[in-house]
């Protein structure tokens, strides 16, 4: 990798506007949004409900375009991305982790985890190949053929986060990935996200909760569609500093 690509952030937001009408009523959900996240940043997005964070996420993740401002991800403006061309982006580059998992209920943790792959077209033998070998690394070799209702909600989460890291993406986005998990799987899931920090991977969590932001180095809190705060390890981040 060419050290621009290195140096240039996974994620560039600029003065981004994502309105809703709603009864005829324009309301802004995000009012001026501008930040960068670097390779191998451990961020936590955080604020009180309604504050914008799902928005935010939607958008980072390409689930949604903003009203205004420019979006770009990993170098691609996505304004300028047809639909399908967005599909593959997400698919390509982007690993999702939901509060419920989102595991196809009829099939096995081997087939999850393989679905991604599918869609980016990796032929079945190598498919089989990377899905297992993705469900050893995180502690499920002895649960490969079994469905999630069949597996614990730590171990379904588990599952989740092999589908989202098994097309090598370039950022890991979780939206509250521990809503749904007692404490003891809440630790589990926390530890497997600093593990996964550490070996190098861009990691995007959406908490309400503070022990779980508490895990990541740099905190941005959501106020009334807006940044209130961008901080790390008690200091203040310059967000526009890679620019
Ligand atoms: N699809 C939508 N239609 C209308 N309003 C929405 C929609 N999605 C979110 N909003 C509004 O945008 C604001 C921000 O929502 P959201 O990003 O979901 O907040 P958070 O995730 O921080 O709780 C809220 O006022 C919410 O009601
Ligand atoms: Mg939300």
């Given at each position: 990798m060419s050290h621009e690509a290195l140096s240039q952030p996974i994620i560039r937001m600029q003065d981004i506007?994502?309105?809703?009408?709603?009864?005829?009523?324009v309301m802004r959900a995000l009012n001026g949004v501008t930040l960068s996240i670097l390779r191998n940043e451990f961020v936590a997005i955080m604020g009180p409900s309604g504050s914008g964070k799902s928005t935010t996420m939607n958008i980072m993740g390409c689930l949604d375009r903003?009203?205004?401002g420019d979006y770009q991800i990993d170098g691609n403006s996505v304004s300028a991305l047809q639909e399908d061309e967005l599909a593959q982006l997400r698919n390509m580059k982007i690993g999702f982790i939901f509060q419920n998992f989102n595991l196809l209920a009829r099939t096995t943790a081997l087939e999850?985890?393989?679905?991604?792959?599918?869609?980016?077209?990796?032929?079945?033998?190598?498919?089989?190949?990377?899905?297992?070998?993705a469900l050893i690394r995180i502690g499920l070799q002895d649960r490969l053929h079994n469905?999630?209702?069949?597996?614990s909600g730590g171990q379904q989460q588990r599952v989740s986060i092999a589908r989202a890291l098994v097309n090598r993406p370039?950022?890991?986005?979780?939206?509250?990935?521990?809503?749904a998990l007692d404490t003891r799987n809440t630790a589990e899931i926390l530890a497997l996200f600093e593990d996964l920090h550490a070996q190098g991977n861009t990691v995007v969590i959406?908490?309400?909760?503070?022990?779980v932001g508490a895990h990541a180095k740099r905190i941005i809190r959501f106020r009334d569609g807006c940044i209130e705060s961008d901080t790390a390890n008690g200091a203040m981040v310059m967000t526009h500093a890679t620019d």
């Open positions: 506007i994502r309105e809703y009408v709603v009864g005829g009523e903003p009203t205004a999850n985890v393989e679905l991604p792959m599918m869609y980016a077209g990796v032929p079945p033998k190598e498919r089989r190949e990377r899905a297992t070998e469905r999630p209702n069949e597996l370039v950022l890991l986005l979780a939206d509250e990935p521990t809503g959406v908490t309400h909760e503070n022990e």
